[in-house]
């Protein structure tokens, strides 16, 4: 036999492809080219390979006087990194009549060392995702991955160490040298959502009940929220402890977000089953928060699905970079194109800002002077634009406290009794949205609004005129009504009524010049 096809796969961005591992044999002096648009990592795979199989007990290519040619298919696509070893490696012994097997159904994922140990790759999950979809009903992937491939279902998943351990599970025909040894497919594990951990307490942090109550409702409904405040006044731990609050994710959206940080090779564990926390630093690139490159690949925004972003020192961003948020936080996705491709990675965040309120901080303080210039302190509020203010739904002042409330023993709601009603809350926007798609209150555009958000002429009359009053653009407008709906639920309230309008336009920002 000189011909030969296996199957492997790849991640490009965030989509998974099945890549048909094609070989031909044929006399002539030794070559092994490997066509399809391969990268260099691809390429080398030849040498890998080679050394492998020698290492595994069997002829090594090089010792035969033959031309290899290696097509992976489709042509058209980039191939990148070193995930088709495994099947170059099986597909060669299957084409030189060593080894024998039907490859059909059958998906081969991993790197292979010179002495033919298999690595793990980033990806895993979105690559099993992707056989199970076109009907595979085998994977190999290396034994480092297996416990996160497992966790797809009605796909039979089997962890391979070696080059020569897959052989022998494989080969039908009979040879001295190949000892049949079967594997079992691996038993998935059992995984129960579970809140983020966080090492604060809501209980821990002494005051500051009004930024407490701010988080609840910016939880209960998925709401982005904004900290200012001078130095040293909690912020920061406040956000901290606010990852702690959110609600479990569901299997399904364990499985989106493990798949994200499989790609990126973020993953800790086979299964993110926690809200992800991204705090990145206020030097970080414009790249690395929306994502991009030559070759497109998801940054922290898009690392942060379901899950909190805390941008501390808010103003201290790139100005590009703050800009950049516009899209994700109105739209949920980030779409970037490049010469290579487009991709659109999903950001369905929380936003969590924490700032100063001037760049020396003691702006407004009746206790310290505020050094800083007037051309610093409007280059400060430049940093933030009318389209990014109008973004963030809650702007909550944490001021300073008395020293006496800082020695004042812990008390006040834990955050499991605050996780509870934001859970309560939640279940209440479920149930109302229980034949959509949204999931949460802020999910709702203005269609909605007209459905779910019904307005007394009473309380419409007061919305009006404090819109006309504070001069809200009308994104802000419909985004006051769906944080009143959400103060609404967390008071077990059926309709919004003027009480609820009037607090949630009591979060619309008071400083920075906006």
């Given amino acids: 036999m000189s011909f030969a096809k296996v199957y492997g796969a790849q991640v490009q961005m965030l989509s998974a492809h099945i890549i048909s591992v094609e070989i031909d044999l044929s006399r002539g002096l030794y070559a092994f080219t490997v066509v399809g648009l391969p990268d260099k990592a691809v390429e080398e795979s030849r040498d890998r390979v080679s050394a492998a199989i020698k290492n595994s007990g069997f002829d090594p290519p090089k010792s035969r006087n033959q031309k290899i040619v290696i097509s992976l298919a489709p042509a058209d696509m980039k191939k990148e990194g070193p995930n088709f070893d495994v099947a170059i490696a099986l597909a060669y012994l299957l084409a030189e009549d060593d080894i024998r097997f039907n490859p059909e159904k059958k998906l081969f994922i ?218 994700p936080l109105e739209d949920r996705v980030i779409s970037v194109s490049r010469a290579k491709g487009s991709a659109h990675f999903p950001a369905d965040i929380i936003v969590v800002a924490a700032l100063n309120p001037c760049p020396c901080g003691n702006w407004g303080s009746s206790s310290h002077t505020c050094i800083c210039t007037p051309h610093s302190l409007a280059r400060y509020a430049r940093k933030l634009s009318s389209p990014i203010i109008d973004r963030i739904d809650m702007w909550i002042e944490v001021a300073s406290l008395d020293h006496e409330v800082l020695s004042r023993k812990a008390e006040g709601d834990t955050t499991e009794t605050i996780r509870a009603h934001v859970l309560s809350s939640r279940e209440k926007a479920q149930k109302r949205f229980s034949k959509t798609r949204l999931r949460k209150n802020s999910d709702m555009s203005v269609k909605d609004l007209d459905s779910f958000v019904p307005l007394s002429p009473e309380t419409r009359s007061v919305l009006n005129a404090s819109a006309a009053k504070l001069n809200l653009s009308a994104r802000a407008y419909h985004r006051i009504i769906k944080l009143a709906r959400t103060i609404a639920d967390m008071e077990d309230a059926e309709h919004v009524e003027t009480p609820h309008i009037l607090e949630a336009l009591q979060y619309r920002p008071k400083a920075f010049g906006v």
């Fill in 110 to 327: 991993g790197e292979l060392s010179l002495d033919g140990d298999v690595r793990g790759v980033p990806g895993i999950l979105p690559l099993v995702l992707k056989a199970r979809e076109k009907g595979f009903t085998e994977v190999f992937v290396p034994h480092t991955n297996a416990d996160e491939a497992a966790l797809v279902e009605n796909v039979s998943v089997y962890a391979i160490t070696t080059l020569k351990e897959v052989v022998e599970h494989l080969n039908e025909k009979e040879n001295e040298k190949i000892q049949k040894k079967l594997l079992l497919p691996v038993t998935p594990k059992r995984y129960e959502p579970r809140h983020t951990e966080t090492q604060t307490d809501f209980r821990d942090i002494r005051g500051q009940e009004s930024a407490k109550r701010g988080l609840m409702i910016a939880a209960s409904g998925g709401h982005n929220i904004a900290l200012w405040g001078p130095p040293g006044t909690g912020k920061t731990l406040l956000a901290k402890a606010f990852a702690g609050i959110l609600p479990p994710l569901t299997f399904e959206e364990m499985l989106e977000v493990t798949s994200i940080h499989s790609v990126a090779g973020t993953l800790r564990e086979a299964l993110v089953a926690s809200p992800p926390f991204r705090s990145p630093h206020h030097t970080s690139s414009y790249v690395s928060l929306i994502g991009g490159g030559s070759t497109p690949k998801p940054g922290e925004i898009t690392l942060a699905h379901r899950g909190v972003l805390f941008l501390d020192e808010f103003p201290e961003f790139d100005k590009r970079v703050i800009e950049s948020l516009r899209q």
